[in-house]
């Protein structure tokens, strides 16, 4: 049903949406909701399916093959930082937030990166310092994927003045409430439909029933965030499948010298090489995921997984471009729409370089000061 769904109703407009920079509207976000899309990897007592984690990544592979804007949503919902509240939030908080989440009537997009923390994430400088009944918030947060779009928002931020990751901690700040603005929106080599844009926050008042995770927890959010890292993964994996896909198609119709792309050799080669990077991340990824079965998966599976299906999905793009020649540089075939789009999401959630650090950290045991 996604696959017919991805194909059938966003297909069609993914090439109109990315050209003219249109954001999936609230009508369609809802129903993908109505569909059940949004709510895959939730508990039931809150409108969703419960079922495994590698049903909603099942999904969003398939409309991230075709329409990556409507992939991000259904992405947001089951790996994003509606897996936080799932899983760190009370249970008041999550009665409150999560139906609305997965109907569709609402979105909930998550800020961590600042002007001078990306990689670095634990130098951010976003606080929020408490006062009679909450918090009061200040700071900016950059390259927020819906940024401006979304209802809520997921903040990490001190929460105290300890350093380092141990002062940080997360809130829930609405998108109409008093101090919150908006920078321009980005313009971006890919991800054009999905909105990013800066937040300023000045002195926004958070009460306290707003607070999902208090200073020192830093740990347990990333441990969740492996989730959204997994999502990651799975939309370079379907980039890389569609690429790889529309390829094989196209060298057994195209012909050249009086023959067929694929009977050439060289070809053949180039082929090999994508199928054997799309199965190699394949199967990391699906491993990963299998891990998430009793809980949060496993860290170092996730950072294998990502950081092979992030640069797998750039190398095979190129390739797929290169095997359609001119064609590949047209906006008609879409294959430089998938290629532009790879870019974007081996930066996101932790560039590929990133994830080799941690991989070293995870298989030796060790961490490593990076400021030294």
Request: aromatic fraction near 6%; glycine fraction near 10%; hydrophobic fraction near 40%.
């Amino acid at each position: 049903m996604a696959a017919q769904v991805a194909r059938e109703v966003y297909g069609p407009l993914a090439e109109t949406m990315d050209r003219d920079r249109i954001p999936v509207s609230r009508e369609q976000r809802k129903q993908l909701g109505d569909l059940g899309l949004l709510g895959i990897a939730h508990d039931g007592d809150y409108g969703g399916s419960g079922a495994p984690l590698a049903h909603a990544l099942a999904v969003i592979e398939e409309f991230g093959k075709v329409c990556r804007p409507a992939a991000f949503q259904i992405f947001e919902a089951n790996t994003g930082p509606a897996q936080v509240i799932r899983h760190l939030a009370t249970a008041d908080q999550r009665e409150r937030w999560l139906p609305s989440i997965i109907s569709g009537d609402t979105t909930m997009a998550v800020a961590i990166s600042e002007p001078d923390a990306g990689s670095a994430a634990t130098d951010m400088r976003t606080s929020a310092k408490r006062v009679d009944g909450g918090y009061v918030l200040n700071g900016t947060k950059r390259w927020i994927s819906n940024g401006g779009e979304a209802d809520q928002y997921l903040v990490y931020c001190r929460l105290s003045d300890a350093p380092g990751a141990k002062g940080i901690g997360a809130v829930v700040v609405g998108r109409e409430v008093d101090g919150i603005s908006f920078g321009a929106a980005e313009r971006l080599i890919g991800f054009r439909a999905i909105p990013s844009a800066d937040i300023i926050f000045e002195d926004v008042f958070v009460p306290d029933d707003d607070l999902v995770v208090p200073a020192g927890d830093f740990g347990k959010l990333f441990g969740v965030f492996s989730i959204e890292r997994l999502g990651n993964t799975t939309m370079s994996l379907a980039i890389g499948q569609e690429a790889l896909d529309r390829t094989i198609q196209y060298v057994q119709e195209r012909e050249q010298f009086g023959k067929q792309l694929i009977e050439f050799q060289s070809i053949q080669v180039m082929l090999a090489d994508m199928v054997l990077q799309v199965e190699a991340a394949r199967l990391l990824r699906d491993r990963a995921a299998a891990t998430a079965d009793e809980g949060l998966p496993d860290s170092l599976a996730v950072s294998l997984a990502k950081c092979t299906a992030n640069e797998m999905a750039k190398k095979v793009t190129d390739l797929a471009m290169q095997l359609h020649g001119g064609n590949g540089l047209t906006e008609e075939y879409g294959i430089e729409r998938l290629h532009r789009d790879a870019h974007g999401w081996a930066v996101a959630g932790g560039t590929p370089t990133m994830q080799r650090i941690r991989i070293v950290s995870e298989v030796l045991g060790r961490k490593f000061d990076q400021r030294r």
